[in-house]
C-alpha cells in the first residue's frame, strides 16, 4: 500500500521571544517518520523548563492536531478547541509523561479523547468507542463496480474535498477514529490500539470495516458509469 | 481461498503485511475473481485518495490564538515557579 504522504504548507515558525532548542526543519510526511530522532530530547528539555522546545514540538505537531480535530469533529470551533486543548493539557501534564511511548503518540491520545468528548456532548448516548450491536448495513461485496485508473481526477479539487468531508462524516466515530489514526495519520496498528485503548485485533476489525464502508460510499461518486 | 476469506485478509493484504503464503492464494484468487479484484482495486483507491486530498488549512487566526493561550500558560506556570 502506498503509504499516505501528507503535504507540507510552509508556515513561519512562531516564537515566544525564547532562544530557539535545535533549528527547525518542516515535518517529514509520514507519521511514522514524522518524530525525529530529537523529539526525546525537546520533551526531556521542556520537562526541564525550557519552553522553546515545546514551542518547536507545538510547531511540530500543529497542522497534524488540528487536521485530526477537524477530521473527528468536522467542526473548525471543535478543532481548535481541540488542538488547544491538546497542547494546553500536554504542556500541564508533562511531567506524567513517562516516555513509554512517543510524545506524539500521547499527544494524539489526547487530542483523540478531547475531540470525542466533543462529539459525546453533541450526540449524548450515540458516541461510544465500543463496538456497536449492528451498524445496520453489510458494506461487504455491495456494489461492486470498477473506479478507473484516476476516479478522482474526475472532480475539482473543492468538489472532492466536500465528498470526502461528507463520507469520512457519515462513518460511526468508533471507524472514522480508526480510519484516520491508521490511514490518514499513518500511525501503527499497535499505537493506534494504545490510543484508543483497544485490542490490535479490534484495530484490525475495525480499519477493515471502515474502508470498506468507505470504498462503498465512494462508489456512488467514483464508478465508471458517473465519471465518463 | 474464497472471497470470503479475501475481505478478511484484505486489511493486512493492502497494508503489506501478509504472510506470503496466504499471499501468493489471494493474488491466485484475484488473478480468477473480478470482483474480488474490483474490490481490493477500489478499497487501494480509497485509502490513497484520502491520503492524496488536499490537507486541512490551518489558520492564521487559529494558529495565533493557540500560540497567545500557550504564551499565557508558559508566563503563568513562570510566575508559580
Known sequence: ??????????????????????????????????????????????????????????????????????????????????????????????????????????????AVNEALMKLRKRRPNQVSLDEP?????????REIEDWGPSPEKKFAQTELNEILTQVIGELDP???????????????TEETAQILGISVPAVKSRLLRARLKLRQRLNKHFRRSETQ | MNCKKVILELTSYLDGVLESGVRIDLEEHLARCTDCRIVVDTTRKTIQIF???????????????????????FRRNSKTT
Open chain 1, 133 to 141: 450491536l449492528t451498524d445496520g448495513e453489510d458494506p461487504i461485496f
Open chain 1, 174 to 188: 468508533i471507524f472514522r477514529v480508526v480510519f484516520l489514526l491508521r490511514d490518514v495519520e499513518g500511525i501503527s
Open chain 2, 51 to 73: 491520503c492524496n486530498s488536499e490537507p486541512v488549512p490551518l489558520p492564521d487566526d487559529v494558529r495565533t490564538r493557540l500560540h497567545t493561550a500557550l504564551l499565557d500558560r
Open chain 1, 1 to 110: 500500500m502506498v503509504p499516505c504522504q501528507m503535504s507540507v504548507t510552509s508556515y513561519p515558525k512562531l516564537t515566544l521571544g525564547v532562544q530557539r532548542f535545535v533549528s527547525a526543519t518542516e515535518p517529514k510526511p509520514l507519521a511514522s517518520t514524522v518524530v525525529r530522532d530529537d523529539e526525546a530530547q525537546l520533551v526531556s528539555a521542556a520537562k526541564a523548563g525550557d519552553v522553546s522546545a515545546f514551542e518547536e514540538l507545538v510547531n511540530r505537531y500543529e497542522r497534524k492536531i488540528f487536521r485530526l480535530g477537524m477530521n473527528i469533529t468536522q467542526n473548525r470551533e471543535d478543532a481548535e478547541d481541540v488542538m488547544q486543548d491538546a497542547f494546553l493539557k500536554s504542556y500541564q501534564n508533562l511531567d506524567r509523561f513517562q516516555g513509554d511511548s512517543r510524545f506524539y503518540t500521547w499527544l494524539v491520545r489526547i
